[in-house]
């Protein structure tokens, strides 16, 4: 099956605390965002990969390609108003017949080659498929009158990109009306009725929203 990938990549990096969109912030020397499709041409270097990015970014983009000699080749699509209408925009590049598509945050330049290989395999069989990883850390909920319980940690998960689908599927979800209780690809398909199938994933996959989250990233290069 055809394979694409869209990496969604629309930040401001206002929690890093800096001026520049953490999508660009260099980990040692080389931009966070050329380290994340770095990951999915190694995986197949014939994979189409479109990126998405605010319109007022991609010039920057483009300087930051000459600058670093980066020519692996990817498209651009423009990003819209939330995470939902950009991943839209994106799917507008992919054609639905006989294909595969993931969609991954810019800023998870860590996902190992062996969830990669093991998202788009599933999901040529199963349709919709999610790396997870298990919850490691004690879950409280919050309820009324400022009380919390301690709540099973087993029931529950952390979930990561990319979310691998059949094309048609993903085009079919996203042709529905956006909500907020769409936070992120699985939501807007299980939307449709149609089960998610879950994976390991691997923890070194993490997202980059903090400073402290760049000090662990030059650790993993």
Not at 85 to 91: C, I, M, T, Y
Not at 118 to 135: L, S
Not at 145 to 167: G, H, I, M, N, W
Request: proline share 5%.
């Amino acid at each position: 099956m055809k394979k694409y990938i869209i990496v969604v990549a629309g930040g401001k990096g206002l929690r890093m605390g800096g001026d520049i969109p953490k999508q660009f912030i260099p980990v040692k020397g080389k931009p966070v965002l050329m380290r994340t499709l770095e990951a999915f041409y190694a995986y197949d270097k014939c994979i189409n990969i479109i990126l998405v990015l605010p319109v007022d970014q991609q010039d920057y983009w483009k300087r930051l390609c000459a600058e670093y000699g980066f020519t692996l080749p990817h498209r651009i699509a423009n990003g819209g108003e939330t995470r939902f209408h950009s991943v839209k925009n994106g799917l507008a590049l992919v054609d639905d017949r006989n294909s595969v598509v993931g969609v991954h945050d810019g800023v998870r330049p860590f996902v190992s080659q062996e969830v990669i290989v093991a998202c788009y395999a599933a999901a040529e069989e199963r349709q919709a498929v999610i790396p997870v990883i298990d919850v490691v850390e004690t879950v409280r909920r919050i309820e009324a009158d400022e009380k919390s319980v301690t709540v099973p940690r087993d029931c529950y998960k952390l979930v990561q990109t990319p979310q691998v689908f059949t094309a048609s599927l993903l085009k079919q979800a996203y042709g529905q009306t956006y909500t907020s209780a769409f936070t992120d690809d699985a939501s807007v398909v299980e939307a449709l009725g149609h089960p998610v199938f879950l994976i390991p994933g691997n923890r070194e996959n993490i997202k980059l929203t903090t400073p402290f989250d760049l000090k662990v990233a030059e650790v993993l290069v």
